[in-house]
């Protein structure tokens, strides 16, 4: 191989394809040199952009089916030469190879296949643990001093700007440098949490499947690891100085979901307190089994501060309403209300001026809907069933005294 010093490199890997072709044009026209593999390549070679394959560069073919394709030092040679040093600098120019400036890359979606109806064997499953992605993004971010990482399309543009008005990805300051390393590793750590959490209910078993204790201790894991990604940022926390944030797991089962894609009308934006309060109803409401009194298909339950006001099953909804309201109709003032079937009329004439923070239901006739929209402030969250169903393992932080 002979040393090239120009044009500048960007290695082009990725899954997601959204806006790979669009930023590799800009990359092209901003003098890069295009450097791909596999199904990536062959996207940006159908949009006429002139690509260099990887197999070109490590004169190496991909081997195993595309299993191995950029593993090689070629590769991971300039993504990881220190160019700030002399002799790093000087070796990749002997051995020659040129450096490379931007990285795009994303992994195999694992969390979508290891979800899907009928699920994918074993065997199948691995053949979605990627493994040069994560070694090409950990690298790119080490290295984030020389080179740019976007894990992330939306980030293709902040990119491509800074390149162009730093005049040269070489220019672009450690801010930007920084802020794409740390989206990098979070990718890479989401993606191996994925993994670990999968392969463990499938070897080990998830201790919610399993009703005895004796069963559930012994498919509990030695590690407790979640990564979670960031949906809303709230009012304020527990308390009026506190900042919070709603996040949600990555392999959030539909427990989790419900309430972060519930549809919220009417009042102020959910507050943490609100969705404190209003998982703890929900999860009430869910354990309220209506199968095992069929005469009382119509639930409700009433929480406020997490302390359960009343709690009631019933032949008619507004009977279970007014039964749990009886239970502590003071503390019920300001609390969360969650019913189990659509939200009758006459229900909702029930509730009246009562005043409810949230009142959370599968949906309410559009009568029902207009009665309780009359108090200001009151909020309508729209959710799934609150059928009982599997709860995950919970996770309760003990702080140092």
């Known amino acids: 191989m002979t040393a090239v010093t120009s044009p500048p490199r960007a290695l082009l890997s990725v899954w997601d394809k959204t806006g790979i072709v669009e930023f590799a044009s800009g990359l092209a026209d901003l003098g890069f040199e295009l450097l791909s593999t596999g199904g990536t390549a062959r996207t940006l070679i159908d949009a006429g952009l002139d ?3 990887v197999s070109e560069v490590t004169e190496h073919p991909e081997i195993f089916n595309g299993r191995v394709k950029s593993l090689h030092p070629a590769i991971h040679g300039p993504l990881l030469a220190r160019l700030h040093q002399e002799s790093d600098a000087e070796e990749l120019a002997r051995l020659g190879y040129s450096p490379i400036r931007v990285v795009a890359c994303n992994l195999y979606p694992f969390g979508d296949a290891a979800s899907t109806t009928p699920p994918l064997d074993d065997n199948q499953l691995l053949e979605m643990i990627d493994i040069g992605g994560p070694t090409m993004v950990r690298a790119s971010a080490k290295n984030h001093q020389h080179v740019l990482i976007a894990t992330n399309p939306s980030r293709y543009g ?5 390149i162009k008005n730093a005049g040269g990805a070489q220019n672009v300051d450690m801010q930007l440098r920084q802020a794409l390393a740390l989206e990098a590793f979070e990718h890479t750590a989401a993606y191996d949490v994925a993994i670990s959490q999968e392969l463990h209910r499938r070897v080990v078993g998830d201790p919610a499947l399993f009703s005895s204790m004796e069963e559930q201790r012994d498919r509990l894991p030695d590690s407790m690891l979640a990564a979670s990604h960031r949906v809303n940022t709230l009012r304020y926390g527990e308390n009026g100085h506190q900042a919070a944030a709603l996040y949600v ?10 309430l ?3 549809r919220v009308e009417g009042g102020k934006a959910m507050s943490y307190n609100n969705y404190s309060d209003a998982d703890a109803t929900l999860r009430l409401c869910r354990s309220l089994s209506t199968d095992e009194w069929p005469n009382t298909p119509h639930a409700c339950v009433i929480v406020k501060h997490n302390n359960p006001c009343g709690a009631a099953l019933a032949s008619t909804q507004r009977e279970a309403f007014e039964m749990a309201l009886a239970s502590d109709p ?4 300001g609390s969360i209300i969650c019913f189990n079937e659509i ?9 009246g001026n009562l005043f409810v923070e949230v009142m959370m239901a599968p949906g309410y006739t559009d009568e029902a809907k207009s009665v309780l929209m009359e108090k200001k402030n009151r ?19 003990v702080r140092k005294p």
């Open 51 to 53: 690509v260099r394959l």
């Open 158 to 162: 902040d990119v491509l700007s800074a």
């Open 249 to 258: 797991n990555h392999d959030a089962p539909e427990t989790h979901s419900t």
């Open 260 to 262: 972060v894609t519930a």
């Open 330 to 333: 003071e503390s019920a003032f």
């Open 343 to 351: 939200v009758e009329t006459s229900t909702a004439k029930a509730v």
């Open 379 to 397: 909020r309508l969250l729209t959710i799934d069933s609150p059928d009982d169903r599997l709860e995950p393992l919970q996770r309760q932080v």
